[in-house]
């Protein structure tokens, strides 16, 4: 079975913290995500990644940045945390076609 | 660009009820579509997908058939149990120029009562 991990499943940070959320899958999948989720949104893409080192912007990425060093691991970063930043993560891999997704950190920013 | 609407919840029911759970889309090309399930305090998983027009996905007792001609997958299931209830996804992933990203619909929340 695909595994997703996330580093966290809870935090709780105060404004202008910097955060890392770490995302770790065990398929050797080419593809890896990050997602937040709103209620009423869905799921917005944060970023994503085709390949180790490369990453492009998806549909919110302002206040957002990504790592990826190892195939199997990509990170989310946010350099200085706000309160809109208060939210559901979810970070995703696949090959070509389903997305697997991990469970999820739950960040809140005071 | 891409879009899903599916009917905002939350959806009740009692169980062994009827559900439906209406989704429409919008897409360039000849998208695949999925539905996605998130019990409470998991992930999303996959639920079931169909990848060409009149394809019809199924699994769990759930199903969705691919309409091209009203551009919608909705989902449904003839009997519910408390067990369903979970936040149901709609969502599209477009032809190759999109390359492998998912569009989300708002989510549908579905509550089964005993």
């Known amino acids: 079975d695909v595994k997703v991990t996330q580093s966290s499943r809870y935090l709780v940070k105060r404004t202008g913290e910097k955060v890392f959320l770490e995302c770790v899958q065990d398929m050797d999948h080419e593809n890896m995500f990050w997602y937040r989720q709103d209620p009423g949104l869905g799921l917005r893409l944060i970023y994503f990644?085709?390949?180790?080192?490369?990453?492009e912007k998806g549909d919110i990425p302002e206040g957002y940045s990504v790592s990826r060093e190892k195939k199997e691991r990509f990170s989310l970063i946010l350099e200085s945390t706000s309160t809109n930043q208060t939210s559901m993560y979810l970070c995703a891999s696949s090959l070509w076609g389903e997305q697997f997704f991990g469970p999820g950190t739950r960040l809140t920013v005071l | 660009g891409n879009s899903v609407t599916q009917m905002e919840g939350p959806v009740t029911l009692s169980e062994e009820a009827f559900l439906t759970i209406n989704c429409t889309y919008t897409a360039t090309g000849y998208p695949s579509l999925f539905w996605y399930v998130q019990y409470p305090g998991e992930g999303l998983q996959l639920l079931l997908k169909a990848t060409k027009a009149d394809d019809k996905g199924s699994n769990k007792g759930f199903e969705a058939t691919y309409r091209k001609e009203t551009t919608s997958f909705h989902l449904e299931k003839g009997s519910v149990q408390v067990s369903d209830s979970a936040v149901y996804f709609c969502?599209?992933?477009?032809?190759?120029?999109?390359?492998?990203?998912?569009?989300f619909g708002g989510g549908t929340r579905v509550l089964v009562k005993p």
């Open positions: 990644s085709y390949d180790v080192k490369m990453k």
């Open positions: 969502a599209l992933r477009g032809g190759k120029a999109a390359g492998n990203k998912l569009t």
